[in-house]
Each structure stands twice: as structure tokens, then as C-alpha cells.
């Protein structure tokens, strides 16, 4: 066993090629160890080949960690913890991330899981690699931890949050290998490199996992430290990035306003998400002028009755006032609704829709995917959803096709319906962004045309682009194999 080595993994969240992002769920773990003189090695399965997680396994680290979402991803980390298992059986398997987090004492009970990281992780991983270096077999002392002994699950105490002006930048050591990787497979994506300037949300949004994980926390870098570090990613060749904070600097103005100076000078092309009533003309123009290209809104609803009920923060009024303020702009931005509600009535489902169309008439080009709800465990909603009757997974495989695109909600009368207008919409307005490159163009372009008709006309008959939706995502990995062949 090579006591001073950690690797880090990233399963493939999605059956797409466009969601290869930076990783700063491992990179910032990974920064932090070496940091502190640990040796790490990372897997991102989007873009390195399974070889190298192979060769990793037989290198013999001290622990390998793995992070996941309550997602499609879930398949995915399962799949590596299972070749580690036969590889090296010895390996300490070690699950951070949201769903890991949430469901702490579920996930361990799976024989492929020997400890659960609890929400930030930097010095969480840290004492438990320090633990496993001296040959300790009680962890009971390292906070944020869960862990096994003889044939019983412990969760230690939560661990308090670091201070986020003290952790390092993600891109050093190991890490800027991947950076420069991600720069290279770069052409006209704007998305793929990530940063953090924030972490934590100030809203208390029912279905978002930021209330559990972060315990409505918000910490926002100094703008020193923002400074230095971006620019350290323009000498290392970032030109375009976005944004990974769950509100873009925590919605504060008198920071955007530094940072957007910051942006412009530096010249930048940037993404964020940003609450709908943040803008003034005078503040979206400084927006442009710093290189903002694209915004993400998560507007949800006409209604402000079902506003409410989510705990949005936000009302119609709001709404409408935003959208008109962005729609003179220049930047290109979407707006995301949310159906299938619990209590949801088919009156609000077709306002939905409607609101969809008048978004787009009210800014054009603008894009509008609608995403049926899922009741995510810790989230405020999750204790609703199981009144009306959701039944949770009971293992952690079983969360493994838990998504917008496979409805388990018993409260809706046609999930057919619900599952087809997310991927009708994503086929119509999501298009021109995500589905262009080659090998999307051939499986998905056609059904382009064909979505846009379907939307038009709130006809789902017949609806064949699920199941061809449905078997793609099955071939996922064959797909994104191919593509990193001819890279």
C-alpha cells in the first residue's frame, strides 16, 4: 500500500458529453492535501480512460474518494467502487458529495462504502487519511465523518465550516493538469471551467439541497482573494469561465460590483446564476461590459401560490419586472420552470407551459427548460413529498436513475406527460447551446424540428423521443467513448 497517496474520483454524472466541467468537488479536496503534503492522483472519467483508474487501484493508495450527486452519477460511482473491490479489496472506499451527505447512514449500509464524508470535506479527508496513515482504527474524533465497526454505522458529529479565505486554489499541483486538459477540449464551450467564489446560498428555496448541506451558511471570498486567484487562471489560459456559486457571490451587490470591474479588466468571459430580481438596466449593462455572456435564472413559476409554497423569495411582480429588464440586454440567459409539484393542479401545470411561451415572446432566443420535480432527501419539500406518498429508495443503488427524466412521483397522474415535456423542451430550447457538436448532431438533430412542432402544438402523442432519449442515455459511455477517441 503507498501510505501517501490519495486518489480522487469523478464518476460521469451525465449521459451527455456537454457536462464535462471542471470537477472542484475533488479538485478543491485534492488541493487541500497536497497542500499539507499528501500525494494525489485524479480520475475524471469525462475525460481520462479507464485505464488510468485501473493503473491507479493497483498503485495501492491509502483510500480512493468518490463523489457523487443524487443522480444518473450514482450508477456510475458504484461501477468504480465495484472494480476497486475486485481489483484491491483492501482499498477504504470513501463516498463524499450532496447525496452521500444527506443520506449519510443509507449509503453506508452498501458493502461498497467504508466511510461517508459529510458536507465540506477538506479537513474531514485529511484527518481521515492522517488516521489511516498511523493504522487507527477508531475515527470517532474526526468530525464529519461516518464509519464502520464492527458491523455497526457511526456518524460522527457535523464538522464545522472551514474558512474559505484560508483554502487553496484548486488549480495547483494535480489539479492544473486537469485544468489544462479541460482548456485544450475547450473550443467554443463556455462553460467548462469552473470557479468558486462563494459557497452556500442566502435563499431557502424548498426543493434545493443548500438549506441541508450548507445549513443556510453563505460565505463569500475576500476581493483579494478573488483577484489573485482569477488571476492565476489567466496565466494558466482560462479566457472563459463560469461561475459554480449557488448564487453568484451570494446575490451581494456591493461585491458583484467589485468583482464585475475585476472581470472587465482582466477580460473574462463569464457565466453565474442570479436571482431574477437582482437587476437594474444600470447594473445588467455592467454585466455586459465585464463579459457576462450567459445568466441561469431559476424563475419556477408564474404563480406566486406555488412561489410560496417552495419558499422561493421571490413573486411574480419580481419575476416579470426581471425578465423585462434582461430581455433588453444582450446577454443570453435562461429561465428554468419547475412541474410536478406535490398538490400541483392541472390549471398550474398548463400556466407553466403558457409562462414558458410568454418568456420567450417577452425575450426571444431565451431558453426555457422545464423540469419535473425531485424530491431530493434533506431538502425542505422531501418531508412533503413523503406525505403525498413518494417512497424513497431503500439502498443506495437505488437512487442510481433518480431524475428529472424518470418520474417516481406517485402524486402525478401522467408521468409519461411530465417526462416528455423535459425532454420536448430540451430538445427545443436547448438545442442550438448543447446538442451541435457531431456525434449529439446525428442522434438528436433531427428530432429537433420535430420538438419545436411538439411544443407549438402541446403534442405528445406518440411520444417515440423518450425512448430514444431513454436508450441513449443507456449508451451513454459508448457515446462519450467514441468522442474521446477521436479527440
Known amino acids: 500500500m ?115 464524508v459529510k458536507g465540506e470535506g477538506e479537513q474531514t479527508l485529511l484527518e481521515l487519511a492522517q488516521a489511516l496513515q498511523q493504522g487507527k482504527k477508531d475515527f470517532s474524533d474526526i468530525d464529519g465523518l461516518g464509519w464502520k465497526s464492527s458491523g455497526k454505522n457511526i456518524l460522527n458529529r457535523d464538522r464545522d465550516f472551514l474558512d474559505i479565505e484560508n483554502l487553496p486554489f484548486p488549480y495547483e499541483g494535480k489539479g492544473k493538469d486537469i485544468l489544462l486538459e479541460y482548456i485544450r477540449r475547450s473550443g467554443d464551450t463556455l462553460e467548462n471551467i469552473g470557479y468558486e467564489s462563494s459557497r452556500g446560498c442566502p435563499h431557502k428555496c424548498g426543493f434545493c439541497y443548500n438549506v441541508y448541506f450548507h445549513k443556510n451558511v453563505c460565505r463569500i471570498k475576500s476581493v483579494e482573494k478573488v483577484r489573485a486567484e482569477l488571476l492565476k487562471l489567466k496565466a494558466l489560459g482560462v479566457h472563459k469561465l463560469t ?41 445588467l449593462k455592467k454585466f455586459e461590459d465585464s463579459g457576462c455572456v450567459y445568466l441561469f435564472f431559476g424563475v419556477e413559476s408564474p404563480d406566486d401560490e406555488v412561489l410560496k409554497y417552495i419558499r422561493k423569495g421571490q413573486n411574480r411582480r419580481m419575476i416579470d419586472e426581471g425578465i423585462a429588464t434582461v430581455s433588453e440586454g444582450n446577454i443570453k440567459t435562461l429561465y428554468s420552470l419547475i412541474i410536478g409539484l406535490p398538490n400541483q393542479t392541472d390549471e398550474q401545470l398548463t400556466r407553466t407551459l403558457d409562462f414558458a411561451d410568454e418568456i420567450r415572446r417577452r425575450h426571444p432566443g431565451s431558453e426555457v427548460p422545464i423540469q ?113 477517441m477521436i479527440k
Open 372 to 484: 419535473p420535480y425531485v424530491p431530493l432527501p434533506g431538502t425542505l419539500l422531501y418531508e412533503e413529498a413523503l406525505k403525498a406518498g413518494f417512497s424513497p429508495p431503500a439502498s443506495l443503488e437505488g437512487w442510481k436513475n433518480f431524475g428529472h427524466d424518470e418520474i417516481r412521483n406517485p402524486w402525478i397522474k401522467n408521468p409519461k406527460l411530465l417526462n416528455a415535456i423535459y425532454i420536448n423542451t430540451f430538445l427545443a430550447f436547448r438545442y442550438d447551446r448543447f446538442l451541435r457538436n457531431f456525434w449529439s448532431r446525428l442522434v438528436f438533430g433531427p428530432l429537433h424540428s420535430l420538438s419545436l412542432w411538439r411544443w407549438r402544438n402541446r403534442n405528445y402523442k406518440f411520444f417515440v423521443e423518450l425512448y430514444l432519449y431513454l436508450t441513449y442515455k443507456r449508451l451513454g459511455r459508448f457515446f462519450i467513448f467514441i468522442e474521446k
Open 2 to 116: 503507498n501510505k501517501n497517496l490519495v486518489v480522487l474520483a469523478y464518476a460521469n454524472a451525465s449521459p451527455f458529453p456537454y457536462h464535462a466541467w471542471t470537477p472542484l468537488a475533488i479538485l478543491s479536496l485534492g488541493a487541500y492535501l497536497e497542500q499539507r503534503g499528501i500525494e494525489v492522483e485524479y480520475f475524471d472519467e469525462r475525460i481520462h480512460k479507464g485505464e488510468r483508474f485501473r493503473e491507479l487501484v493497483r498503485r495501492g493508495p491509502l483510500l480512493i474518494g468518490l463523489s457523487t450527486m443524487t443522480c444518473f452519477q450514482i450508477k456510475n460511482t458504484l461501477r468504480l467502487a465495484k472494480l476497486v473491490r475486485k481489483i484491491d479489496p483492501g482499498i477504504p472506499l470513501v463516498w463524499g458529495g450532496t447525496h452521500p451527505s444527506m443520506m449519510a447512514e443509507q449509503t453506508l449500509e452498501s458493502e461498497f462504502v467504508d466511510f461517508v
Open 243 to 283: 461561475f459554480y456559486d449557488d448564487t453568484f457571490l451570494a446575490g451581494r451587490k456591493d461585491m458583484m460590483l467589485n468583482i464585475l470591474d475585476l472581470l472587465r479588466e482582466l477580460d473574462f468571459k463569464w457565466i453565474a446564476n442570479v436571482r431574477i430580481n437582482t437587476f437594474t438596466p444600470e447594473l
